[in-house]
């Protein structure tokens, strides 16, 4: 059966543009804000994983920013449409090809390369002709970070950093110090882990894409000096620095108490986990602290820091992040621009960063006070983080099967007893191939 360029099957394509709203996307009714149907010339559709109608720091920031656009553009309505984050980019694609995709849409840094292959965006171009070289090197990540093939294609509205996530109180009561090593990493690890408390975890399943996974090894190969890919997107992993990342994940659960469950776990559960008290350390992207802080006894409890490094490692910090893009098939390009000019104001970047805990991609929203206070100290220390340690990346084209294959890697290694060199050699074979 003839597939597209997602790799999903025309039958599955049909099935799922078919489906819309009616099927995994849900649809919430704006605007809160109370207009005149006169007054109102347009409704735009938002496409998000965060309903505004729920509660949650995240959700809250989002309501947050609607309402304060309809505020200032009566006469745009917006739809927001809500399905989950790891599908939204997927259903995006099929959704644009079939000329049914919202009008902006929130969506993933680590999809960019697959949506400029599917076009299914909008170049900006036209709309930031006017804006000037200090607008444009406004952004946390360069802005040639967004560019492809000489085209501006998508403008970053928020970034998280992986950091390390602690209970400080855990730590100490057991006199243990922050881990800014592997070996310390381990060493606390053992330490903490009981019968109702998991030391340390790094989710290596191949849910949500296997993010946890590989936004841990992409630090962790930076920091050895090596990488995952290649300039020309091949394996680059089978390396010594490759073998010593997975033997510390085979150390951290033949030495160091990380359970064999983690192959079944991602960034997901490992929130879950941190919020409920049961895992004392993850690494995880900083947009859930606030979220995690909500757990019962956890709040001030946790604090970050960044990630521990190989033992004469070097920090790298790795940066994701969303943004939000214009569907090709707009009927409303004007008023599109509009809230996307709107929400990657600084103004806007600030207001969300309160509410939600994200931190921003505008290097000017840093100057507001609120980054000095007590409260938004933590927030500008991620962004200390990236200008210190971070590095500008070109994700390669199948990056998200690469995540995959490494997560299978992972599983042999840590369960089956796979030996690491066997693991990456059989990876690195598979990945190449499908590369070509």
């Not at 928020?158 to 922050?178: C, F, M, P």
């Not at 996974?213 to 300039?231: E, F, S």
């Not at 509410?355 to 290097?363: C, F, L, Q, T, W």
């Amino acid at each position: 059966m003839e597939k597209d360029k997602t790799g999903w099957s025309r039958r599955s394509f049909l099935k799922a543009a078919g489906a819309g709203v009616g099927g995994v996307v849900g649809s919430v009714a704006f605007p809160y804000v109370i207009t005149s149907a006169k007054a109102q010339s347009a409704t735009i559709t938002y496409l998000t994983f965060l309903n505004p109608r729920e509660k949650g720091p995240r959700q809250e920031g989002t309501l947050a920013l609607l309402k304060d656009f309809e505020t200032k553009h009566p006469q745009t309505k917006v739809d927001v449409r809500i399905i989950p984050w790891a599908q939204i980019d997927r259903q995006f694609i099929i959704e644009a090809a079939a000329g049914k995709e919202a009008d902006v849409a929130r969506l993933n840094l680590e999809w960019l390369h697959k949506h400029v292959e599917a076009d299914s965006i909008l170049p900006l171009d036209d709309s930031v002709r006017d804006w000037t070289a200090e607008q444009r090197k406004d952004w946390l990540l360069p802005w040639e970070a967004t560019v492809f093939n000489g085209k501006k294609v998508a403008i970053p509205l928020e970034h998280r950093v992986q950091v390390l996530y602690y209970r400080k109180d855990l730590l100490d009561k057991a006199g243990i110090k922050v881990p800014t090593t592997w070996t310390q990493l381990g060493e606390a690890s053992k330490a903490l882990t009981s019968d109702k408390m998991a030391g340390f975890t790094v989710g290596l399943s191949k849910k949500d894409n296997a993010s946890n996974l590989t936004q841990w090894l992409v630090p962790a190969m930076w920091a050895m000096g090596g990488d995952l890919w290649d300039k020309k997107g091949r394996a680059a992993f089978n390396t010594e620095a490759g073998a010593r990342a997975f033997q510390f994940l085979a150390d951290m659960v033949g030495k160091y108490g990380m359970s064999k469950s983690s192959v079944n776990m991602g960034s997901e559960d490992l929130t879950l986990a941190m919020k409920a008290g049961t895992l004392a350390m993850a690494a995880m992207g900083s947009h859930r602290v606030g979220t995690v802080r909500t757990g019962k006894g956890i709040g001030e409890n946790l604090q970050t820091a960044p990630l521990p490094v190989p033992d004469g490692g070097s920090q790298a910090a790795y940066v994701t992040g969303w943004f939000l893009g214009v569907g090709k098939n707009t009927k409303h390009k004007a008023e599109a621009w509009k809230f996307l000019e709107h929400h990657v104001s600084a103004e806007s970047q600030i207001l969300y960063a309160k509410i939600s805990g994200e931190m921003p991609s505008r290097k000017s929203a840093f100057k507001d006070t609120f980054f000095q206070s007590a409260s938004g100290a933590e927030m500008k220390s991620w962004a200390d983080y990236i200008s210190r340690s971070g590095k500008s990346y070109v994700l390669p084209e199948k990056f998200l099967e690469l995540g995959e294959l490494l997560a299978v890697a992972a599983s042999r290694v840590v369960v089956e007893g796979t030996p690491v060199k066997k693991a990456l050699q059989d990876a690195e074979a598979e990945y190449n191939k499908l590369v070509g």
